[in-house]
């Protein structure tokens, strides 16, 4: 069964770097979403992507969050400074379609995450 | 904005039945989703719901009344490895994509 790939697993750095957390989403999927978890409260949304575009972010991807799909294949999440508060799970996901469209119901798939830790 | 309600804990017996609830407010709704999540591990998806109504999967169903905000995950038959938390996530009626509101999650443990 196809499923999303996020490489690194584990990325420690210093308070001030920037990461960027890459992830292959499904072939044939169009949404593309990034979540975090940090540890032990809820999965939150922070940004949805489609047609090379943001199409909707939370007050967590502020200005320091950026999301790219630099080829066919890639999407990242970068954060350029980061802060100890970064510390958590991200998540990459994708659907295969939104809400708008025939197959809503679509669920999202997760890849294993990248847990980031910010010394 | 979406408020979503879960019990934090839950613990049932192999073999038994167990129904997790999960209760929502919402400024607008298109869909309620159940996850699984292991330890460490990624969600992984369980069943989805938008009409009032029982959808029945194998060993997993989840129910939905939209007029009360309520949902409930009932796990069948259970096994040592259903314990995991649960996610109830909603999809508000806004954007174009899957956003998703996830509550705390439900922790259960199955036991012998």
Redesign the interface.
């Known amino acids: 069964e196809p499923e999303?790939t996020q490489t690194p697993s584990h990325q420690v750095t210093q308070m001030g770097q920037e990461v960027i957390l890459r992830c292959v989403p499904i072939s044939n999927h169009l949404?593309f979403?990034w979540y975090r978890q940090i540890l032990g409260?809820?999965?939150?949304?922070l940004v949805?992507f489609?047609n090379n575009e943001i199409?909707?972010k939370s007050e967590i991807f502020d200005d320091q969050f950026s999301v790219e799909r630099p080829d066919g294949s890639n999407f990242t999440l970068k954060i350029r400074s980061t802060k100890l508060e970064d510390s958590a799970m991200y998540?990459c996901a994708s659907?295969e379609a939104?809400?708008?469209e025939s197959s809503?119901?679509?669920?999202?798939?997760?890849?294993?995450?990248t847990r980031l830790t910010v010394t | 904005g979406q408020n979503i309600d879960q019990p934090t804990e839950m613990t049932a017996t192999e073999g038994a039945i167990v129904q997790i609830n999960c209760t929502y407010q919402t400024s607008g709704f298109n869909g309620l989703f159940w996850y699984q999540q292991h330890a460490g591990e990624a969600p992984t998806f369980l069943s989805y719901n938008v009409l009032d109504g029982l959808e029945e999967k194998g060993r997993f169903s989840s129910f939905l009344s939209r007029s009360k905000g309520y949902s409930y995950l009932l796990l069948k038959e259970l096994q040592m490895k259903d314990s995991a938390s649960y996610l109830c996530a909603v999809r508000p009626l806004t954007g174009g994509g899957n956003k998703l509101t996830f509550g705390t999650g439900t922790q259960l443990k199955v036991e012998l």
């Open positions: 999303v949404y979403y409260q809820k999965v939150e949304f949805s489609y199409s909707e998540f659907s939104g809400q708008l809503y119901n679509s669920p999202l798939h997760f890849g294993n995450g």
